[in-house]
């Protein structure tokens, strides 16, 4: 038998529906990074800030070692960081 995601109120715990919203912020740093790198070009620490406001923002519902969904917000921006550590100027060519 499958487990329900609701808490016993009805509603979705506050880590599922925050998921959507780090899915949202994710996606427009990118945007903003790359528009920013083309503009400027690519500097060390590429993306650092804004996985860290990011992270910040989301404190709450993000933990390595708390329930599925905020493993799964942590992992969301653990793969932002990678992307931002990996970009390389081949990466900006094809953006």
Known sequence: MKRS??????????????????????ANAKKRLVAKAKKSGLWENFGQDEANKIHLKFADVVDPYGSGAERENY??????????????????ERA
Do not use: C, T, Y
């Open 75 to 92: 992992d969301k921006i653990n793969e932002f960081r990678n992307w931002a550590m990996d970009f390389d100027q081949h990466d900006l």
């Open 5 to 26: 995601r609701l808490s016993k109120n009805g509603s979705k715990p506050r880590a599922v529906r925050m998921s959507r919203n780090i899915d949202l912020a994710v």
